[in-house]
Protein backbone atom coordinates (compact mmCIF):
# COMPACT_ATOMS: atom_id res chain seq x y z
CA UNK A 1 0.00 0.00 0.00
CA UNK A 2 1.29 3.46 -1.16
CA UNK A 3 1.68 5.83 1.42
CA UNK A 4 -0.85 8.13 0.32
CA UNK A 5 -3.05 5.39 0.22
CA UNK A 6 -2.81 5.10 3.87
CA UNK A 7 -5.52 6.00 6.37
CA UNK A 8 -3.19 7.57 9.06
CA UNK A 9 -1.25 10.02 5.75
CA UNK A 10 -4.17 11.67 5.28
CA UNK A 11 -5.09 12.57 8.68
CA UNK A 12 -1.33 13.57 9.07
CA UNK A 13 -1.95 15.83 6.26
CA UNK A 14 -4.99 17.09 7.48
CA UNK A 15 -3.04 17.92 10.72
CA UNK A 16 -0.48 19.69 9.06
CA UNK A 17 -3.06 21.68 6.84
CA UNK A 18 -4.66 22.67 10.13
CA UNK A 19 -1.34 23.15 11.85
CA UNK A 20 -0.66 25.68 9.16
CA UNK A 21 -4.25 27.48 9.09
CA UNK A 22 -3.53 28.03 12.30
CA UNK A 23 -0.05 29.59 11.84
CA UNK A 24 -1.59 31.76 9.31
CA UNK A 25 -4.17 33.30 11.05
CA UNK A 26 -2.35 33.45 14.27
CA UNK A 27 0.12 35.67 12.14
CA UNK A 28 -2.58 37.61 10.91
CA UNK A 29 -4.11 38.06 14.10
CA UNK A 30 -0.98 39.22 15.23
CA UNK A 31 -0.81 41.63 12.43
CA UNK A 32 -4.33 42.92 12.95
CA UNK A 33 -3.38 43.56 17.03
CA UNK A 34 -0.26 45.51 16.15
CA UNK A 35 -2.09 47.67 14.31
CA UNK A 36 -4.90 48.13 16.43
CA UNK A 37 -2.85 48.93 19.25
CA UNK A 38 -1.69 52.49 17.07
CA UNK A 39 -3.88 55.46 16.96
CA UNK A 40 -5.42 56.73 13.78
CA UNK A 41 -3.39 57.46 10.76
CA UNK A 42 -5.36 60.62 11.04
CA UNK A 43 -2.77 61.51 14.29
CA UNK A 44 0.29 63.03 13.57
CA UNK A 45 1.40 59.67 16.38
CA UNK A 46 -0.51 57.35 14.36
CA UNK A 47 1.15 58.33 11.00
CA UNK A 48 4.69 58.25 12.70
CA UNK A 49 4.02 54.61 14.21
CA UNK A 50 3.19 53.30 10.73
CA UNK A 51 5.77 54.89 9.06
CA UNK A 52 8.26 53.01 12.07
CA UNK A 53 6.33 49.95 11.62
CA UNK A 54 6.59 49.41 8.03
CA UNK A 55 10.78 50.59 8.14
CA UNK A 56 10.91 47.76 11.21
CA UNK A 57 9.42 45.08 8.30
CA UNK A 58 11.96 46.73 5.70
CA UNK A 59 8.93 48.24 4.02
CA UNK A 60 10.19 51.05 2.46
CA UNK A 61 7.41 51.47 -0.44
CA UNK A 62 4.72 51.68 2.69
CA UNK A 63 6.22 54.69 3.63
CA UNK A 64 5.03 56.38 0.58
CA UNK A 65 1.78 56.47 2.05
CA UNK A 66 2.81 58.53 4.99
CA UNK A 67 4.58 61.19 3.19
CA UNK A 68 2.94 64.60 2.82
CA UNK A 69 0.61 65.15 -0.81
CA UNK A 70 3.52 67.65 -1.73
CA UNK A 71 5.63 64.87 -1.89
CA UNK A 72 3.30 62.70 -3.41
CA UNK A 73 2.72 64.96 -6.17
CA UNK A 74 6.46 65.51 -6.65
CA UNK A 75 7.48 61.34 -7.14
CA UNK A 76 4.50 61.26 -9.44
CA UNK A 77 5.95 64.51 -11.44
CA UNK A 78 9.33 63.08 -11.57
CA UNK A 79 8.34 59.74 -13.50
CA UNK A 80 5.66 61.70 -15.86
CA UNK A 81 8.50 64.19 -16.70
CA UNK A 82 10.93 61.37 -17.06
CA UNK A 83 8.56 59.70 -19.28
CA UNK A 84 7.91 62.25 -21.70
CA UNK A 85 11.61 63.06 -22.24
CA UNK A 86 12.63 59.76 -22.52
CA UNK A 87 9.80 59.20 -25.30
CA UNK A 88 10.95 62.71 -26.93
CA UNK A 89 14.91 61.37 -26.80
CA UNK A 90 13.66 58.09 -28.49
CA UNK A 91 11.93 59.64 -31.17
CA UNK A 92 14.33 62.35 -31.96
CA UNK A 93 18.11 61.92 -30.71
CA UNK A 94 20.85 61.17 -32.61
CA UNK A 95 22.98 58.34 -31.13
CA UNK A 96 25.43 58.58 -28.59
CA UNK A 97 23.40 61.28 -26.62
CA UNK A 98 20.17 58.94 -26.81
CA UNK A 99 21.16 55.97 -25.31
CA UNK A 100 23.24 58.27 -22.65
CA UNK A 101 20.41 60.36 -21.75
CA UNK A 102 17.89 56.99 -22.05
CA UNK A 103 19.93 55.50 -19.16
CA UNK A 104 19.97 58.47 -17.10
CA UNK A 105 16.43 58.53 -17.63
CA UNK A 106 14.97 54.64 -17.44
CA UNK A 107 14.87 54.69 -13.80
CA UNK A 108 12.00 57.12 -12.93
CA UNK A 109 10.44 56.98 -16.50
CA UNK A 110 10.08 53.55 -16.78
CA UNK A 111 8.52 53.55 -12.78
CA UNK A 112 4.82 52.50 -12.54
CA UNK A 113 3.68 54.87 -10.29
CA UNK A 114 4.96 57.93 -7.62
CA UNK A 115 6.06 54.85 -4.45
CA UNK A 116 9.06 53.23 -7.05
CA UNK A 117 10.24 56.61 -7.34
CA UNK A 118 10.39 56.84 -4.00
CA UNK A 119 11.60 53.57 -2.99
CA UNK A 120 14.49 54.44 -5.31
CA UNK A 121 14.93 57.88 -4.03
CA UNK A 122 14.82 56.58 -0.28
CA UNK A 123 17.49 53.97 -1.19
CA UNK A 124 20.13 55.99 -3.49
CA UNK A 125 19.60 59.24 -1.59
CA UNK A 126 19.80 57.98 2.51
CA UNK A 127 15.79 59.14 3.23
CA UNK A 128 14.95 55.88 4.87
CA UNK A 129 19.07 55.42 6.57
CA UNK A 130 17.81 59.41 8.21
CA UNK A 131 14.94 58.40 9.72
CA UNK A 132 16.34 54.70 10.58
CA UNK A 133 18.97 57.46 13.21
CA UNK A 134 15.88 57.45 15.05
CA UNK A 135 12.44 55.35 15.43
CA UNK A 136 12.36 55.68 19.06
CA UNK A 137 8.54 55.95 20.64
CA UNK A 138 6.47 59.10 20.71
CA UNK A 139 7.53 61.62 23.73
CA UNK A 140 5.17 64.02 22.72
CA UNK A 141 2.90 65.29 19.88
CA UNK A 142 2.94 69.04 19.23
CA UNK A 143 -0.43 70.20 16.75
CA UNK A 144 -0.65 73.92 15.62
CA UNK A 145 -3.60 73.51 12.89
CA UNK A 146 -2.13 71.38 10.00
CA UNK A 147 1.18 71.15 11.03
CA UNK A 148 2.38 68.92 13.71
CA UNK A 149 6.04 67.71 15.22
CA UNK A 150 6.11 64.51 16.33
CA UNK A 151 9.01 63.84 19.05
CA UNK A 152 10.46 60.82 19.97
CA UNK A 153 11.71 59.20 23.49
CA UNK A 154 15.12 60.52 22.23
CA UNK A 155 14.38 63.43 21.66
CA UNK A 156 14.27 63.68 17.54
CA UNK A 157 11.67 66.31 16.22
CA UNK A 158 9.66 64.88 13.02
CA UNK A 159 7.23 67.30 10.84
CA UNK A 160 4.30 66.33 9.54
CA UNK A 161 1.52 67.66 7.69
CA UNK A 162 -2.25 67.09 7.56
CA UNK A 163 -3.23 65.60 3.73
CA UNK A 164 -6.03 66.64 2.40
CA UNK A 165 -7.55 63.00 2.98
CA UNK A 166 -7.31 63.91 6.69
CA UNK A 167 -4.24 61.26 7.03
CA UNK A 168 -0.92 63.11 8.17
CA UNK A 169 2.34 62.87 6.65
CA UNK A 170 5.71 63.36 7.22
CA UNK A 171 7.69 66.48 5.32
CA UNK A 172 11.24 65.70 6.34
CA UNK A 173 11.78 65.07 2.31
CA UNK A 174 9.19 67.41 0.44
CA UNK A 175 12.17 70.29 -0.25
CA UNK A 176 14.71 67.45 -1.83
CA UNK A 177 11.72 65.82 -3.91
CA UNK A 178 10.10 68.93 -4.94
CA UNK A 179 13.91 69.94 -6.00
CA UNK A 180 14.03 67.12 -7.77
CA UNK A 181 10.53 67.48 -9.51
CA UNK A 182 11.61 71.15 -10.69
CA UNK A 183 14.73 69.69 -12.15
CA UNK A 184 13.12 67.16 -14.01
CA UNK A 185 10.48 69.94 -15.46
CA UNK A 186 13.82 72.37 -16.71
CA UNK A 187 15.38 69.29 -18.16
CA UNK A 188 12.37 68.46 -19.91
CA UNK A 189 11.91 71.82 -21.84
CA UNK A 190 15.61 71.77 -22.96
CA UNK A 191 14.79 67.84 -24.12
CA UNK A 192 11.88 69.47 -25.99
CA UNK A 193 13.95 72.49 -27.30
CA UNK A 194 16.91 70.03 -28.25
CA UNK A 195 13.86 67.19 -30.01
CA UNK A 196 12.43 69.92 -31.56
CA UNK A 197 16.12 70.74 -33.37
CA UNK A 198 16.76 67.29 -34.02
CA UNK A 199 13.58 66.91 -35.88
CA UNK A 200 13.93 70.01 -37.97
CA UNK A 201 17.52 69.15 -39.06
CA UNK A 202 16.02 65.41 -40.22
CA UNK A 203 12.87 67.01 -41.94
Known sequence: MAAEDHPTFFRSRRALLALGGAVALAGVGVAIVKWARFPPDTTPAGAYMRITYELSRGNVRGVFS???DAAQHAAFTIRDYRKQASDLVAAHYPEP?????????????????GS???????TTRGFTARLRRDLSGVASSEVEGDRATIVTARGTRYPFRRRDNGMWGITLFTADMVALAERAARDLEVVQRAAEDYARAGG
Not at 97 to 112: M, P, Q
Open 66 to 68: YLE
Open 97 to 113: EKTRLLDEYRTYAEASD
Open 116 to 122: DVWVDLA
